[in-house]
């Protein structure tokens, strides 16, 4: 359990520290403000989930999820590091070049609730104001996240055994800065059994 306690903010800091852009000197393609509570049907490669958004709960991630979700970015992401009673992780576009469009980061939210198992946050770095696109799912009760910034904007509300079953024999292994650079050409290519985001879109 400490290797997973530590690696969360260290292997993210690749992540962040491959752009330079900030909330202030870039605009990301889509700002709209996100309804106060919505869902998002997550249809995936092992079957369907559900999350339930609540904006009180950390506006600027909340804001920034809805963007995403509306702009199908996340349609064919790879699940590319899941970590059994930890938290699975996601968030680079199929493209390298939709992921660059959207590396803009977003403004801290105050943690308004706990990184409990089923709660969905962003993925940050520990620095401030480096959360941007990436983001992940609490398979465990994580609430040690709390202090370092991690700030929960909802959770699972159906089909968190569908979360569970996400392939996670590659562990830790794909390298974040080649996905970033290749998108999904590297993980079809040397991690070809990760599981996938179909679509994501806000349900009706």
């Not at 900030?22 to 049907?41: G, H, M, W």
């Not at 790879?78 to 930890?86: M, N, Q, S, T």
């Not at 398979?139 to 699972?156: C, H, T």
Request: proline share 6%.
């Amino acid at each position: 359990m400490r290797k997973t306690t530590f690696a969360l903010p260290l292997a993210l800091l690749l992540t962040a520290c491959s752009g330079q852009k900030t909330a202030t000197a870039q605009k990301a393609p889509a700002e709209e403000l996100a309804p106060a509570v919505y869902r998002v049907n997550f249809e995936t490669s092992k079957g369907l989930f559900v999350v339930e958004i609540t904006r009180e709960q950390a506006p600027n991630g909340a804001d920034r999820f809805y963007n995403l979700v509306k702009s199908k970015y996340f349609d064919g992401s790879r699940y590319y590091r899941v970590v059994p009673g930890f938290m699975v992780q996601w968030g680079a576009a199929a493209d390298p070049a939709v992921s660059a469009a959207w590396d803009v980061r977003i403004p801290d939210d105050q943690v308004k609730a706990t990184n409990e198992r089923g709660t969905i946050s962003f993925a940050a770095t520990g620095a401030p104001n480096s959360r941007s696109t990436h983001m992940f799912i609490n398979y465990g009760e994580n609430s040690r996240l709390d202090p370092m910034g991690f700030a929960p904007i909802g959770k699972v509300v159906s089909g968190m055994d569908v979360v569970d079953q996400l392939y996670s024999g590659d562990g830790e292994r794909p390298d974040q800065m080649r996905i970033k650079e290749e998108g999904n050409k590297y993980l079809e290519r040397e991690h070809p059994n990760l599981d996938y985001i179909k679509t994501a879109r806000i349900a009706q």
